[in-house]
Structures are given as C-alpha cells and as structure tokens.
C-alpha cells in the first residue's frame, strides 16, 4: 500500500487557473480557476453539457484524441502545468486513475482485470500477481463476494460489482488521484450506497475527483463541491456550506431544483 | 520508490529512445506499411495493365476506334482483324440484363427479410443467403452448364449454349450479392421512419413505397451496383454457358462471347507479345477502367447516403 | 384498389420472391450435393486425376487448394489485420485516408480474371516466378487483402469505445491498447472474418488460372523436402486446384468420366464451403459467448 509522503506543505493536488478548452469553434470551459485540495472528494456538478466531464476529462488528458480539442490555461500538479506538450500521458494516466459511467472491465476473468493492468506495468511475479488481486479486491470490498469464482469473466458479475471491479483495476497501479465520471449513475441504489462508502475510505489515500449529477450524492460524500454551469465554475467551496448556505443565487436555484 | 520524484521528473517525456525497441513505434511503422501496400498493388495493378493494354494502340498499330467499335473480329486470317465490340457487347448484355432481373427480385427478397417477417429472415434467410454468396462461381457454371443449357436446348431451342444461359447464371449468381446488401441497406434505415409512417395510419406497403424505398435509394443502388461489379468481371461461370463463339448474337439463344471469356480462352494460347495478346490486355485495362467507375458510383451514393 | 388489398398484395408478392429465392437456391445446392455424394468415395479423394483415362480422382488438386490457402492465409492475416488496424485507429480523416479507401475498395471489385493477369504478368513472368504456389497465393493475397482488411477494420471498430478509454485510462500506450484490449475483444469476429474468406479464397479459380497454373508436377506423397521437383511442399511448382480442375474437366475435359469427376470435385467443393461457412459463425458465436458470459 502506497500512502504517499509529499511534503506537508503541499496541500493543493491541483491549481486551475485560467483554463479555457474548445471543441473546435465550441468553447466547453470558459476561462475557469479551481483549487483541488489533496486526500479529500472534490464533487463537481452541474446540469449535462456544463462542463464537468470535459474538465475532468482533461485532467488525465483523455480528450486528447477528440478532433478540434484544444486546452489552454493552466492545470498545475506538483510542479508542472499538465497541458504542456511534452506530458507523458502514459506515465500521467497511471499516476492519475479514471473510473467511468458505465463499467467497462475487460472480457477476461475477474482476476485478469487486475493482472493485466500490473503485467501491462511491468510486474512479473506470479506470487505479487496473485498476492495483489487479493489485495486491491479486498480494498474495494469485492474479494468476499468473488473469491471462489475468479477465473469467471467479469461480464458475470452484476453491474455494482463490476463497477467495484473497475475501481480496483484504476487502484492496482498505485495511482494518486482518482477521477470519476458519474461512477453510480448506471447503478441501483443499493450498489450506489456501495460505492459512496468505498469512496469514503479510500479518500485516505488519494485524491477523489468525484463528476456527479446526483447532489444528495455530492452531499453524502464530497468535503468541496464545485457547481459548474455554462462552462464556467459559479461557486466551488466546502460541500456543507454549499449546500446549505450558498453564496451565488445560481447555486441556489440548481439546488432548489429550479432549472438543470 | 520513485514517488519522492516531482512531476516534472516523473511525467515529462524524457528524449525519444532511438532504440529499435519502441513497440510504440514499430507497430505503426507495421500498419502504415500495410496500408501503403493497398495503395500501391492499387497502382501496380493500374500502370501494369495500363502499359499492356496500351501496347496494342502504339505497338501492334491497332486502330482504337475499329477495337471499340468494329465486330469483325478475326485475329488469325491474313489480314487480322481486331474488333472487340462483340465482347464488349457480351459483357455489358449479360451485366445489364442480369441487373434488371436481379435489381427487383432481390430489393424485394430484402424487403420480405427486413419488413415482413424480420425475425425469419434473419435467423434464416439471412445466414442461408450469405452463404450463397460465398459459393464459388465454378459452380454455378457447372450448374448451369449440367442443367441450364440441356434445358434451354430442349425447352427454348437452339443449342442450349447461349447469352440467354449467360444472363441467367449470373443473374443466380448476383442474386444474393444484392439481396443481402439491399437488406443491409433497408437495416440502416432509422427505425423512426418505420414508426411515424405507421403512425400515420399508412399501411405496411404504402410505409415501403413512400417513406422506405425512397430514403433506402442510395443503398439500394449501391446493392444493385455492387451486384453488377460481380457481374461484369465474372469470368468462367458465363464461359462455361455462353458458348463463346466471337460472333454478336442475333437474339437470346445464340451463342456469343464477353471480354472476360475471350480473356479466360485465350490468355493461355496466344503469344506474349503479339497482337492477338495485347487485345487481351487492352479488354482487361476496360476491365479495370469499368471497376474504378463502379467503386466512384457507389462513392458517390455513399456521399449522399449520409446527408 | 383498396388500400388493403394492395398491402396485402404487395406482402404476397414479397413473400413469393424470397421464396422463390430460397427455393431456387436449395434446389441448387441440394442438386450439386445429391450427384456428388454418388461419386464422392474414400478412393475418389486419395488418388490422382486422370488426363484422359476414366476413374481419377481428385487427391492432388484438392492438396493443392489447400497448401495454396495456407500460403495465401499467411501472407494475407498480418497484412489484413495492420491494415485493418491502421483504417480503424491510425487514419485520419483526410485525403490520404480516402485515397487508401479508394484503393481498397477497387481492389475488392476487381474481377478476377484481371487479377489473374496481374499475377501472370509480374509473378508468373517479371518475377520469372513461373505457373507456381507462390505466385497463385501472391495472386490471391491481393484478391483477399481488401476483404481482410475491411473485415479486421469493423471488427476492431465495433468493439465498444469504452473498452478502448478503459485501457488508455491505466496508462496502456496506444499500441497496447490496440494489442492487449481492442484486438483481443474484436479476436472472435477477426476469426469468423478469416474462415469465411478460406471459404472465397478456397473457391477461387479464374485469378489462378495463369498464375497458380492448371496443372500439376506428379507429385510424390512420401518426398516431403519443400525444394525437391515432385514434392507435395514445393510452392515454386504449378498446382491445379480443385476449382481450376472442376472448371477445366468441364470446358476442356477429354476424359470419359467427365461427368463423374465434374459432379464430385463440384459436390466437395460445395461442402468445403458450407464447412468453412458454418464453423466461421459457430466458432465465432461460440468463442463470444465465453468472452463475455460464464
């Protein structure tokens, strides 16, 4: 288990400023600053098409293949603004994890959704290999339910599993930021509730940016919570004060249920 | 453990490894080539056959308009002839003709499999008929060679080895080429269409003939196109049936030649070189001309397929 | 009329047309299957064809058709699948792109009696190759080549793009995405790709005819030294395949058992086609199924 030990002083995972980000004559992202604090949830919400996805999306450079994407601003993380040229994207999205909407673990066996990231990673170690299942299974409260069954494709495990399943796979390469893209919006409430506590533990570890279009969820789980609205962020502050106190009369509409 | 490095050192590319190791590099480095190879057995086919099928023009001093539009075809006698038109004549019957029979026969065959009974006719029809299309062209010659002529001497008249023969071969021969890519055509019709004309109290046929026919056209054609492609370059099934003497027939059971038959005859008995071979050549540079016109019509009903 | 009465109508005579397809092409299939299966013996498949005496068989011809398959199959599967991997993950949208579109497509509408002559022209003679195994499986490469291409390219493009954003999300490269993710989902429908088109490669006659030849050497079963004159292995010897041998017996045959020969090759012919027809779909359902469920 990797806790990483950065120097103390460095409470900012992430430091937006002045991003702007295009669809060719599009502009998704209007000129934002954000500050992502380390080892907490950031929840970011907002009506569909405000944003929030392309922002995150961003982060681990995923857009990068989209025709006409363009980033400027700045994203900075440690000491390096991440929409440089010359990021290792690959080395940035095994630093940085992604779980998505809709589960996507590999046509392959349960286990071999957390083996072939770590062999795609240079890890060889039949012992590490099978030690290591075990281990990210656990962490995501999955190894109780499947541990008899872990040569059965993934596709046999229901969608909250699966989903769980995805998680580890992003946990099993040692990332420090997590990023998730409505992880539950696909599940049911039980599974959901699953989900929601699973973040709640691992906050500990990592980073957790969380994309939501559920509030009661941002309101369940995330320390801060950013509202995006039009491309641009109206208010971003601790998630109880958001919720119960918000400062932008938008937010509060959002909330309220007015619009969105 | 690497994590006490910053960011700038842990996720900034570091120089390009020159090594030959770079799977990154090396796998494109493999499919860019692959791809450049369709471009260029594309080009090598194309100035291959275009620097033969010249040569009867500059070199044996053949006159294009007697190739394309004379019948007197006599390459052997003292003062050799080339006229191509009656296999030319022979290609374009046997394809045209085919279409016209093949055209509504297998639209409607689509129809029954998409609109009438969809289920059916993709459980059955569908698998039944994509296997037709993969069966070898020798056999539908032999069929029709077997079976076909015999019947046409017996029952139509003549000797049975005619253009009539021909067109039916290949007509049997396209028929599931075009019903399975007319049926694939209808099945990317958005379902929308389907139900909104029903919704207006249309009938199942009048929903085919005013809403789904017309917005299935472009792929329609293609199918039918594409079914004529086959067609027109099919080679020894038509030369098993049509009785290949170099003569324009003067009705359907007379027997006549087409370019890919001469080709298929006569290749392996003439000279390399010599007039009577380079009008081989020529007919298969037409041959290849026909192709790059078909693949631009349906690139262009493509086109307009997605507007 | 009525309104109902034409739908009524118009379902009818749909109806009739896709029974009467149905029925001419049972009719066709079964009249090929019924006469050979008379002909087609133990005997028939293992010994040699005669020129001109009555009771060859086809033992040789149909080697041929398959050791020409094979050498066509591995020249065609690497270039098919980098070729299909470069038009679903490489290509841009641009002139380049639609050029290679361009080629591909009509090289997939030649006819391939031209094809033939391509091979005759700069295998058989520019390459002083001669009538051979390599040239009539070069020859077939380039007739198979588009099919494979397109066939890896749809394959790789229909596996779901969040399988694709799974791997680049732990860090794979692209290259190992495409190896390690796209390639391994898209396998099943790659292999389905791959039997139906032995299936067209194995029927093929008129691209071999003046490439691969229509005769072969007197082959010796028991010599199986690649580079020796008679030897079944040697791809620089002619070699008369099955569906050239059915196509001459019948055009050009002097043999008295014409007809019987002709019935037979045809009626293996037909079967090896339906075998590589339906085990392409049920080995591809088949692997599927263990893919993505128990």
């Given at each position: 288990?990797?806790?990483?030990?950065?120097?103390e002083?460095?409470?900012?995972?992430?430091?937006?400023q002045g991003?702007?980000i295009?669809?060719?004559?599009?502009q998704?992202?209007?000129?934002?600053d954000?500050?992502?604090?380390?080892?907490?949830?950031?929840?970011?919400?907002?009506?569909?098409?405000?944003?929030?996805?392309?922002?995150?999306?961003s982060?681990?450079?995923?857009n990068?293949d989209?025709p006409?994407?363009?980033?400027?601003?700045?994203i900075?993380?440690?000491?390096?603004n991440?929409?440089?040229?010359?990021i290792?994207?690959?080395?940035l999205?095994?630093?940085i994890?992604?779980?998505?909407q809709?589960p996507n673990?590999?046509?392959?066996s349960?286990?071999?959704?957390?083996?072939?990231?770590l062999k795609?990673?240079?890890?060889?170690?039949?012992?590490?290999l099978?030690?290591?299942?075990?281990?990210n299974?656990?962490?995501?409260?999955?190894?109780?339910?499947?541990?008899?069954r872990l040569?059965?494709?993934?596709?046999s495990?229901?969608?909250?599993?699966?989903?769980?399943?995805c998680?580890?796979?992003?946990l099993?390469?040692h990332?420090e930021?997590?990023?998730?893209?409505?992880p539950?919006?696909?599940l049911?409430p039980i599974?959901t509730?699953k989900?929601?506590?699973l973040l709640?533990?691992?906050k500990?570890?990592?980073?957790?940016?969380?994309?939501?279009?559920?509030?009661?969820q941002?309101?369940?789980?995330a320390?801060?919570?950013a509202f995006f609205?039009?491309?641009e962020?109206?208010e971003?502050?601790?998630?109880e004060?958001?919720?119960?106190n918000p400062?932008?009369?938008?937010?509060e509409?959002?909330?309220?249920?007015?619009?969105g | 453990?690497?994590?006490n490095?910053?960011a700038?050192?842990?996720l900034v590319r570091?120089?390009r490894?020159?090594s030959l190791?770079?799977?990154?590099?090396?796998?494109?480095?493999?499919?860019y080539t692959?791809?450049?190879?369709?471009?260029v057995?594309?080009?090598?086919?194309?100035v291959?056959l275009a620097?033969?099928?010249?040569?009867?023009?500059?070199?044996?001093?053949?006159n294009?308009?007697?190739?394309f539009t004379?019948?007197?075809?006599?390459?052997?006698?003292?003062?050799p002839?080339?006229?191509?038109?009656?296999?030319?004549f022979?290609s374009l019957?046997?394809?045209?003709?085919?279409?016209?029979?093949?055209a509504p026969?297998?639209?409607?065959?689509?129809?029954f499999m998409?609109?009438i009974a969809?289920?059916?006719?993709?459980?059955?029809l569908q698998?039944?008929?994509?296997?037709?299309?993969?069966?070898p062209s020798?056999?539908?010659?032999?069929?029709?060679?077997?079976?076909?002529?015999p019947?046409?001497r017996?029952?139509v008249?003549?000797?049975?080895?005619?253009l009539?023969?021909?067109i039916v071969?290949?007509?049997?021969m396209i028929?599931?080429?075009?019903?399975t890519l007319s049926?694939d055509?209808l099945n990317?019709?958005p379902n929308?269409?389907?139900?909104?004309?029903?919704?207006?109290?249309?009938?199942?046929?009048?929903?085919?003939?005013r809403?789904l026919?017309?917005?299935?056209?472009?792929?329609?054609?293609?199918?039918?196109?594409?079914g004529?492609?086959?067609?027109i370059g099919?080679?020894?099934a038509?030369?098993?049936v049509?009785?290949?003497?170099e003569?324009?027939?003067?009705?359907?059971?007379?027997?006549t030649?087409?370019?890919t038959?001469?080709?298929?005859l006569?290749?392996?008995?003439t000279?390399?070189?010599?007039?009577e071979?380079?009008v081989?050549?020529t007919?298969?540079?037409?041959?290849?001309?026909i192709?790059?016109?078909?693949?631009?019509a349906?690139?262009?009903?493509g086109?307009?397929r997605k507007? | 009329?009525?309104?109902?009465?034409?739908d009524?109508l118009?379902?009818?005579?749909?109806?009739l047309?896709?029974?009467?397809?149905v029925?001419?092409?049972?009719a066709?299939l079964?009249?090929v299957?019924?006469?050979?299966?008379?002909?087609?013996?133990?005997?028939f498949?293992?010994s040699?064809?005669?020129?001109f005496?009555?009771?060859?068989?086809?033992?040789d011809?149909?080697?041929?058709?398959?050791?020409i398959?094979?050498?066509?199959?591995?020249?065609?599967?690497?270039?098919?699948?980098?070729g299909?991997?470069?038009?679903?993950e490489?290509?841009?949208?641009?002139?380049?792109?639609?050029i290679?579109?361009?080629?591909?497509?009509?090289?997939?509408?030649l006819?391939?009696?031209?094809?033939?002559?391509f091979?005759?022209l700069?295998f058989v003679?520019?390459?002083?190759?001669g009538?051979?195994?390599l040239s009539?499986?070069?020859?077939?490469t380039?007739?198979n080549m588009?099919?494979?291409i397109?066939?890896?390219?749809?394959?790789?493009?229909?596996?779901?793009?969040?399988q694709?954003?799974a791997?680049l999300?732990?860090?794979?490269t692209?290259w190992?995405t495409?190896?390690?993710?796209?390639?391994?989902s898209?396998?099943?429908?790659i292999l389905?790709g791959?039997?139906?088109?032995?299936?067209?490669?194995?029927?093929?006659?008129a691209?071999l005819?003046y490439?691969?030849g229509m005769?072969t050497?007197?082959?010796?079963f028991?010599?199986?030294?690649?580079?020796a004159e008679?030897?079944?292995?040697?791809i620089?010897?002619?070699?008369?395949?099955?569906?050239?041998?059915?196509?001459k017996?019948?055009?050009?045959?002097?043999i008295?058992d014409?007809?019987?020969?002709?019935?037979?090759?045809a009626a293996?012919?037909v079967?090896a086609n339906l075998?590589?027809?339906i085990?392409?779909?049920?080995?591809?359902?088949?692997?599927?199924?263990?893919?993505?469920?128990?």
């Amino acid at each position: 288990m990797v806790t990483v030990a950065l120097p103390e002083t460095i409470e900012t995972a992430f430091d937006v400023q002045g991003l702007n980000i295009f669809y060719g004559a599009k502009q998704a992202i209007n000129d934002i600053d954000l500050s992502i604090k380390k080892h907490e949830i950031t929840a970011l919400i907002g009506p569909s098409g405000c944003g929030k996805s392309t922002f995150l999306r961003s982060i681990n450079r995923m857009n990068d293949d989209v025709p006409g994407f363009r980033a400027e601003g700045l994203i900075q993380y440690d000491d390096i603004n991440l929409l440089t040229d010359n990021i290792d994207t690959v080395a940035l999205r095994k630093e940085i994890g992604m779980v998505f909407q809709n589960p996507n673990p590999f046509p392959k066996s349960i286990a071999k959704n957390i083996t072939q990231p770590l062999k795609e990673h240079g890890i060889r170690s039949k012992r590490k290999l099978t030690e290591q299942v075990e281990t990210n299974l656990r962490r995501v409260g999955l190894w109780d339910e499947v541990r008899d069954r872990l040569d059965t494709s993934a596709y046999s495990l229901s969608g909250g599993q699966q989903q769980r399943l995805c998680i580890a796979r992003a946990l099993c390469i040692h990332p420090e930021v997590l990023l998730l893209d409505e992880p539950a919006s696909a599940l049911d409430p039980i599974a959901t509730a699953k989900i929601e506590d699973l973040l709640l533990h691992l906050k500990d570890h990592y980073t957790i940016i969380l994309v939501t279009h559920n509030l009661q969820q941002a309101a369940r789980v995330a320390d801060s919570t950013a509202f995006f609205y039009q491309g641009e962020v109206v208010e971003h502050t601790d998630t109880e004060q958001f919720f119960s106190n918000p400062k932008e009369k938008r937010s509060e509409d959002y909330i309220s249920g007015r619009f969105g | 453990m690497e994590t006490n490095l910053r960011a700038s050192e842990r996720l900034v590319r570091k120089s390009r490894k020159l090594s030959l190791k770079n799977p990154e590099r090396n796998g494109k480095i493999v499919v860019y080539t692959a791809a450049f190879l369709t471009v260029v057995a594309t080009l090598a086919v194309t100035v291959f056959l275009a620097q033969r099928g010249l040569q009867s023009f500059y070199m044996s001093d053949i006159n294009p308009l007697e190739f394309f539009t004379s019948t007197n075809w006599n390459p052997s006698g003292d003062n050799p002839t080339y006229g191509a038109l009656i296999f030319i004549f022979g290609s374009l019957a046997v394809t045209l003709a085919s279409a016209v029979i093949v055209a509504p026969l297998g639209i409607g065959a689509a129809i029954f499999m998409t609109e009438i009974a969809p289920s059916w006719g993709k459980k059955v029809l569908q698998p039944v008929i994509e296997i037709l299309v993969g069966i070898p062209s020798v056999i539908y010659g032999y069929i029709g060679l077997t079976v076909l002529v015999p019947f046409i001497r017996e029952q139509v008249g003549g000797s049975g080895y005619s253009l009539m023969a021909g067109i039916v071969v290949v007509s049997v021969m396209i028929l599931p080429t075009v019903t399975t890519l007319s049926a694939d055509a209808l099945n990317r019709l958005p379902n929308g269409l389907r139900s909104s004309s029903y919704a207006l109290g249309a009938t199942r046929w009048q929903t085919i003939r005013r809403v789904l026919l017309p917005a299935a056209i472009p792929g329609l054609l293609t199918a039918v196109i594409l079914g004529m492609a086959r067609a027109i370059g099919e080679a020894l099934a038509i030369q098993m049936v049509i009785g290949n003497t170099e003569l324009l027939p003067g009705s359907l059971l007379d027997p006549t030649a087409t370019m890919t038959t001469i080709i298929t005859l006569n290749m392996g008995h003439t000279t390399f070189g010599s007039a009577e071979n380079n009008v081989l050549w020529t007919l298969g540079l037409i041959l290849l001309a026909i192709s790059y016109l078909l693949v631009m019509a349906v690139r262009f009903l493509g086109a307009r397929r997605k507007i | 009329m009525n309104r109902k009465l034409t739908d009524k109508l118009a379902t009818l005579i749909f109806t009739l047309f896709a029974a009467v397809i149905v029925l001419v092409l049972a009719a066709l299939l079964s009249y090929v299957l019924y006469l050979g299966i008379q002909q087609v013996s133990w005997d028939f498949l293992t010994s040699k064809s005669s020129n001109f005496r009555a009771g060859g068989g086809i033992q040789d011809q149909l080697f041929n058709s398959f050791y020409i398959l094979l050498w066509t199959m591995i020249f065609t599967i690497p270039l098919g699948l980098a070729g299909g991997i470069y038009m679903a993950e490489y290509a841009e949208d641009n002139k380049l792109t639609a050029i290679i579109r361009v080629c591909i497509e009509t090289l997939a509408s030649l006819p391939s009696i031209v094809l033939g002559m391509f091979g005759l022209l700069v295998f058989v003679n520019t390459f002083d190759i001669g009538y051979s195994v390599l040239s009539g499986a070069l020859t077939l490469t380039i007739f198979n080549m588009p099919i494979m291409i397109r066939t890896c390219e749809n394959a790789i493009r229909s596996v779901s793009p969040q399988q694709k954003e799974a791997g680049l999300a732990l860090g794979y490269t692209h290259w190992r995405t495409i190896t390690t993710v796209l390639l391994p989902s898209a396998f099943p429908s790659i292999l389905t790709g791959i039997i139906l088109s032995c299936g067209l490669v194995f029927g093929e006659a008129a691209a071999l005819l003046y490439s691969a030849g229509m005769t072969t050497p007197n082959l010796d079963f028991g010599n199986w030294n690649p580079f020796a004159e008679t030897s079944p292995l040697n791809i620089m010897r002619p070699a008369e395949t099955l569906s050239v041998h059915v196509w001459k017996v019948n055009s050009e045959g002097i043999i008295p058992d014409i007809r019987d020969v002709a019935d037979g090759g045809a009626a293996v012919l037909v079967t090896a086609n339906l075998i590589f027809n339906i085990s392409a779909r049920l080995l591809g359902s088949w692997i599927h199924r263990k893919l993505t469920s128990k």
